[in-house]
Structure formats: C-alpha cells, structure tokens
C-alpha cells in the first residue's frame, strides 16, 4: 500500500486519508479501517489511478454516500475511491448535467427552486448521483431511471464512453452499473419538466411530514433494507412476524418501520448483517419469499 500511496503523491493524483474507520464513510456507522481513502482531482486523475491499482492488482471500491454499503467490521486492505470533487452541476433549459458525487438531496432541491420537476421524489434520498444511478435508487413511484437521459462511463478497460437511458437496463432498484461493477459512472444527463415550483415544495414538505413519521431517521440506518416483493411489502412481512424491535446485538429492527434495520446501540456490521439474514431466511421459511437484499455487502470475503 506504501507504493500506491507514493504513486498518489508522485501523481497529484487528489487528497487522501490513510488508516481511517469506514464508520465515518456510511449511513450504518459501522465498518472496519480503510487503509486509504482517495478523492482523485479529475477524470485524468482518476484514469490514471485506476491504471495503476489495476497493474499492481490493488483491490479498491468506488463509494458514494455510503448510503447503501454494508462493510465488514475487518480492514479494507485496498484503496476507497470517493468522487466528492465529480460535483459539477450545469442546467440547459431542462436539461441538468450533474457530476456523479453531487448529492443528490441537493441537486433535487435545487431543480425544484428552478421549476424543474422530475426529482421530487429524491429529496429524501441520501445519496450520490453516481450511486443513485447505480442502485437505480427511487421512491413513490419513481427511480432515476425516469430521469437519466445518458451518463458519461469509464469502462473497465479505462475508455470513457456514453451510455443511453435504454442500455442501462434500469429495472427496480438495479441498473447495468449494479451488474457491470467494473463501470463507473462520472456525470449523468437528467431530463426534466417544468413545474411549479410551489406545488412541488408543498409535495415535498408533505413528504418529509411523513416521512419524519413513519421511518426512525434519528438513527443511523441504510433506508430499506430489502426490495419489496411484487404486489407486497417487505415491512409488512416483517411485522406481521412479530420482529418490530428485535435486536442482534446493538443493531434493531425499527418498531417505526419494520423494513429499517438501524444502529440502536453502537452495532457492529456483524450485528447488522446477521439480523438482516436471520429476517431473509425467517420470511422464506413462514412465507416462501425470497428477499432480496437492497444493501450491499462489502469486504465480507
């Protein structure tokens, strides 16, 4: 990891932080210690990283917000690649062309104060673009696939490329990006309405209201931990089990919303991991569904 740290400071490749907790990196708060964690400057930056961790076969992740990650408790012995400084943010009449680490709470509310419509529905997801469009992340009713025009991509063989709305595959809370991790999302085109702005906010302030209400948002959580089934509600599932409130350790069932499993009291990842699958097989043996898991689980190997 040395070599790869010089290879950084040689380069200017951007900032970075070394032996750092992951806690700090995701909406769980938990995780284990990243060796190093790199924020590349640029898109050449980046290439150039990318170049080197594939010659030395470096193990890396590129993260967002963290919103949707579970890390194991142990070391990340290789390099987390955040892509805060990928923040620009351009509107051509409809058109809003946003950098793949711009947050996207920010860019939703910043569309509503320009009377574009299309994002209302992400104003409570703390999220990335480039992750929200890898998860396909969405809610009442709409995802980012409804928006995304075309994103710009660096492909596993480092070549940058545009792809279309149509080939990246967008189905509920997966993508092309999800299936294809060795792509990596750089800038999105987002196609928008005009709206009025007052309705909009009056749609998003009712929202918050009951969102405030029904999801324990003053813990430290991943959202939904499991995708609903067709027709059905993961949560209802789970309460109809009777697990509101059960704990693993410090990590619990939320008796606000029986689909958020939150940090209640200092969890580990493991407490968090085992109460999620403890659910997942529970469901499958009294019901005979299959969850499937929204988060994802990484350095469990």
């Given at each position: ?66 919103s949707n990650t579970l890390f194991s408790d142990k070391e990340f012995n290789g ?78 063989k480092l070549e940058i490329i545009t792809m279309t709305n149509k080939e990246l ?41 009951r969102r405030l209400a029904s999801q324990p948002l003053e813990f430290p959580s ?80």
């Amino acid at each position: 990891m040395n070599n790869i740290v010089e290879y950084i400071d040689k380069n200017a490749i951007g900032k970075y932080v070394e032996n750092v907790s992951l806690s700090k990196f995701t909406t769980y708060k938990v995780g284990g210690i990243a060796k190093i964690i790199v924020y590349p400057k640029n898109e050449k930056k980046l290439i150039m990283l990318l170049k080197e961790l594939k010659r030395t076969k470096t193990k890396y992740k590129v993260l967002g917000n963290g919103s949707n990650t579970l890390f194991s408790d142990k070391e990340f012995n290789g390099v987390i690649i955040k892509l805060d400084n990928f923040d620009n943010i351009a509107i051509f009449g409809n058109l809003v062309k946003a950098g793949s680490g711009v947050n996207l709470i920010r860019l939703s509310h910043l569309t509503i104060k320009k009377s574009l419509s299309g994002l209302e529905f992400a104003t409570g997801i703390p999220g990335t673009v480039g992750g929200a469009i890898y998860m396909n992340a969405g809610a009442y009713k709409s995802d980012m696939g409804y928006v995304v025009r075309s994103i710009r991509v660096i492909t596993p063989k480092l070549e940058i490329i545009t792809m279309t709305n149509k080939e990246l595959m967008f189905h509920y809370r997966t993508s092309f990006l999800q299936k294809n991790p060795g792509y990596i999302c750089l800038e999105a085109t987002i196609q928008l309405k005009k709206g009025n702005k007052n309705e909009m906010l009056e749609i998003v302030r009712d929202r918050k209201e009951r969102r405030l209400a029904s999801q324990p948002l003053e813990f430290p959580s991943a959202g939904s931990v499991f995708r609903n089934p067709e027709n059905l509600f993961a949560g209802k599932l789970i309460e109809d089990l009777g697990y509101k409130g059960l704990m693993k350790g410090g990590a619990k069932v939320s008796e606000k919303h029986a689909n958020f499993i939150i940090n209640y009291n200092h969890a580990t990842s493991q407490d968090i991991k085992d109460l999620i699958l403890f659910i997942k097989e529970q469901v499958k043996e009294k019901y005979n569904i299959d969850l499937k898991i929204e988060q994802e689980f990484v350095n469990w190997e």
